[in-house]
């Protein structure tokens, strides 16, 4: 009975500080902000968003087409913006579906259930997927950027195809826009050139791009084969921005390595043959207030049980890993580190149940696929040696203290799974940001939850009292996963309300306007710049 009483005093006091913290911060940003930001400022100028994967796709099932929303950090950010602005957003159409439902230009009204924008599909061959998205992008400059030691391949067609798309997607946007005033967005290291083609034909568009993953340093940057045409290209855009300080120098430093460029540290900006870039960082978060809202919603609370007794999870704590199954992630080291805790601590073995969530993602490459089987292989190794249940003779199958999920979950279904993780590890070989890390803070209402993050994410550098864990080091890793599991109650959610007021406080409403703002004020101040060094090349 007083048992019962403590944990009704609990819950009471722990609802008491959520209230507190929604009800006393400062006032969060709002979808409403945003938009009345962009009538205030943007006014007839269009919003154009650009990239190369597409927010919805539409599939054929069983019960005829439909459509998913696919996962993905930009997809997940963006979204939520052009939903708050309209405007276009234009993005390879790659759903099987897609051609059905769109009409000849390729448009089609998003989100689908209730449309805010204009989502125009472009259609790109299997070969132009293959040079461009597969090849450049993904072969080459993916693991150019990411320090996890994955050479990098280089080929002139690829190049050649990545050149050739870029160029058709500067076109779709030019088609769209007409001759009205507008702002580009561009998105990520699929489209770095995209800006020249638009500004050669419309040197009035406002014109960022926006590079969601690291920007190595300058020294692994002079390994790529084409980086001056690659580095002219990123300099028609008005400005370019990074997550993190230290991306946005490595690229300067890129710069004036490689071109005849007058880098301007003090205004961190470039000027080149008469044109200043300006350079910035803005570190992305998430829909905080939205995330955290729906993972207080009954339906996911009933979910969470629901998931529960599925499972078999009744009295257990649960541990949470969500990704694109990318070598990046760190997904084989954060299954080793476990393996390590059940060896040195086996005192977790039968009380912790692990899940991870990995949707299968750039299956077409060799190390994505590599990824996956490591998984797949870890996790059978560590329900042998540490069932959470062995098998009884006539009583029951073997229980895992693994469970691999490798599909892609609505992100609504994904909701219940973050309420109910008492630990979730976060553990990038290298990271521009991570979302998954900032979601997770931002759906554990009741504050009962441990982040484990890797140093050599974005994230790591604002939600500094998460605890750290570098996947390179197994040992250190099993450590923190049990001295986060054992932390006092107390100093946990002491912890998390930390962590999610500097999610609350800074989300994907602020970045964006930060995002829009800063173009403006910078474009407006940039003066027209003397072409005095005439660029030899
Ligand atoms: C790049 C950069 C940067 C995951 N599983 C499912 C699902 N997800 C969603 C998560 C999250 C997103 O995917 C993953 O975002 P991350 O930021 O963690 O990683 P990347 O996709 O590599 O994103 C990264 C980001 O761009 C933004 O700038 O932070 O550094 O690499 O939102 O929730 N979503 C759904 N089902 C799943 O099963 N719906």
Not at 90 to 116: E, F, L, Q, W, Y
Not at 226 to 236: C, I, N, P, Q, S
Not at 363 to 387: A, G, S
Request: net charge neutral; hydrophobic share 40%; glycine share 6%.
């Amino acid at each position: 009975m007083e048992d019962f009483a403590q944990r009704v005093r609990g819950a009471v006091s722990r609802a008491a500080l959520r209230q507190e913290q929604l009800a006393s911060g400062p006032r969060r940003t709002t979808q409403e902000d945003l938009s009345a930001w962009a009538r205030a400022n943007l006014r007839h100028r269009k919003l154009v968003v650009v990239s190369n994967r597409e927010p919805y796709s539409h599939v054929r099932g069983d019960d005829g087409v439909r459509w998913i929303r696919n996962a993905g950090g930009l997809i997940v950010a963006l979204d939520s913006v052009a939903q708050a602005i309209g405007g276009v957003w234009i993005a390879h159409g790659s759903g099987k579906a897609d051609r059905s439902v769109s009409d000849a230009a390729g448009r089609i009204p998003c989100p689908p259930d209730r449309p805010t924008y204009t989502l125009k599909r472009l259609w790109l061959s299997r070969q132009d997927q293959e040079l461009y998205c597969s090849g450049l992008s993904n072969g080459a400059l993916w693991p150019l950027c990411h320090i996890a030691y994955v050479r990098p391949r280089f080929h002139i067609d690829e190049w050649e195809g990545y050149r050739d798309v870029n160029r058709r997607f500067a076109e779709a946007v030019l088609e769209e826009i007409g001759e009205g005033p507008a702002f580009v967005f561009i998105q990520d290291y699929h489209l770095a050139l995209v800006a020249r083609f638009l500004k050669e034909k419309r040197p009035d568009l406002e014109v960022a791009l926006f590079w969601h993953i690291p920007w190595p340093n300058a020294e692994v940057f002079r390994i790529f084969p084409w980086k001056r045409e690659m580095l002219e290209g990123m300099l028609a855009n008005d400005l370019v921005g990074f997550h993190i300080r230290d991306h946005a120098h490595n690229f300067l430093d890129a710069v004036a390595t490689e071109l005849e460029a007058k880098v301007d540290r003090e205004r961190i900006a470039i000027e080149r043959g008469g044109k200043r870039t300006w350079v910035r960082h803005f570190a992305i978060s998430v829909n905080a207030t939205g995330i955290a809202a729906m993972a207080e919603s009954s339906p996911a609370r009933d979910a969470e049980h629901r998931l529960r007794e599925r499972l078999g999870l009744k009295g257990l704590k649960v541990g949470l890993g969500v990704d694109r199954m990318d070598y990046t992630k760190g997904i084989p080291e954060r299954l080793d580190a476990l393996e390590r805790m059940f060896e040195k601590y086996p005192e977790w073995v039968g009380r912790i149940c692990f899940i991870q969530i990995g949707v299968p993602s750039r299956i077409e490459l060799k190390e994505y696929r590599e990824v996956l089987t490591q998984t797949r292989t870890r996790t059978d190794r560590i329900n042998h040696r540490f069932p959470r249940r062995p098998p009884i003779e006539g009583a029951g199958d073997m229980q895992p203290s693994v469970i691999l999920i490798d599909e892609n979950l609505d992100f609504r279904e994904l909701v219940p799974y973050y309420r109910m993780a008492d630990l979730c590890a976060v553990t990038s070989l290298h990271d521009g940001m991570n979302l998954v890390a900032k979601e997770y803070v931002a759906a554990t209402p009741d504050l009962d939850g441990a982040l484990v993050l890797s140093p050599f994410t974005g994230a790591a550098r604002e939600l500094e009292r998460a605890w750290l864990a570098s996947p390179y080091d197994r040992e250190s890793m099993a450590d923190v996963y049990h001295a986060a599991l054992s932390e006092p109650l107390e100093a946990r959610r002491d912890r998390m309300a930390a962590l999610r007021e500097t999610v609350l406080r800074h989300n994907i409403f602020d970045w964006a306007i930060e995002v829009f703002d800063t173009v403006q004020r910078l474009t407006l101040q940039t003066p027209q710049v003397e072409a005095t060094e005439v660029p030899r090349d």
